[in-house]
């Protein structure tokens, strides 16, 4: 059911064959011998559009960093060849979630937030948007030990995204809590699909160390459980609010 689905939407997007198509856009409307590669392309571009209020830059980076996605969503083993995808730190599998790092203001959020309207008429693909700060106050403003029980089976979610993991700060809730680390390891735990994204944690824009810092926060249990919850995705580019 569930490669069906993917299938029937690869079958939509430029593929393995012809990812240059994904390099280079504007080819899609020359060379797509279907209509449906065209109208999905466009309609990332649209839902961007809509979204964000302006056109999508499709420089050289931000194909790069949507070429990881687009082919993790497509299970499309052209991901494995993938320069930004972290082989080196994590082994890459279709059946781990995906951790993208990177440095400020190159679409971590507003990709997610266009994926999640795309894929919400396909079921296996689709997921909900959080923020680390969102999942904190949720957990803040539980008033009972009910509260905080139904907080955790709403996290149970099948696929989640979570934005910014690392920027929250520490919830405070009749005593200290890492709600990230207690959500994270749960869905660990339940062997949920996680999707996240975090910011570099050093000015030398280093990904490993990003990942030790994490651990330093979080602890050492889920630093080690990050390696087989996640494909490690670097995204490359500076700021595009320059
Ligand atoms: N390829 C692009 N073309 C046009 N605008 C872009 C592109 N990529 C990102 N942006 C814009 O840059 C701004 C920053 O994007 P976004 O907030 O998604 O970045 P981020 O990686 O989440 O940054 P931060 O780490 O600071 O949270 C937004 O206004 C977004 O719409
Ligand atoms: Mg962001």
Not at 84 to 112: C, E, M, P
């Amino acid at each position: 059911m569930r490669i069906n689905k993917i299938q029937k939407l690869s079958s939509l997007i430029p593929s393995s064959n012809n990812c240059k198509i994904i390099h280079a856009p504007s080819d899609i409307i020359q060379k797509s011998k279907s209509l449906e590669k065209q109208q999905l392309w466009s309609f990332f571009c649209k839902i961007f559009r809509d979204m964000c209020g302006k056109e999508l830059k499709k420089d050289e980076c931000t194909i790069a960093n949507l070429k990881v996605l687009f082919l993790f969503f497509l299970r499309d083993k052209e991901f494995f060849k993938c320069k930004n995808l972290r082989q080196d730190i994590s082994v890459a599998s279709f059946d781990k979630g995906i951790l993208i790092i990177g440095g400020y203001g190159l679409g971590k959020t507003d990709f997610f937030k266009v994926f999640e309207e795309l894929f919400k008429h396909y079921p296996s693909l689709k997921y909900k948007f959080f923020t680390s700060k969102e999942l904190v106050h949720k957990y803040e403003i539980c008033q009972t030990p009910m509260d905080k029980k139904s907080f955790f089976k709403s996290v149970e979610r099948n696929l989640m995204f979570i934005d910014d993991i690392g920027s929250e700060r520490i919830g405070s809730n009749y005593g200290k809590i890492e709600v990230l680390d207690e959500v994270l390891s749960h869905r660990y735990d339940k062997k949920l699909v996680t999707y996240a994204s975090c910011n570099y944690t050093n000015s030398e824009f280093c990904a490993k160390q990003t990942l030790i810092d994490i651990g330093k926060r979080y602890g050492g249990r889920l630093h080690d459980r990050l390696f087989e919850m996640f494909n490690i995705i670097e995204f490359e580019g500076v700021s595009y609010r320059r």
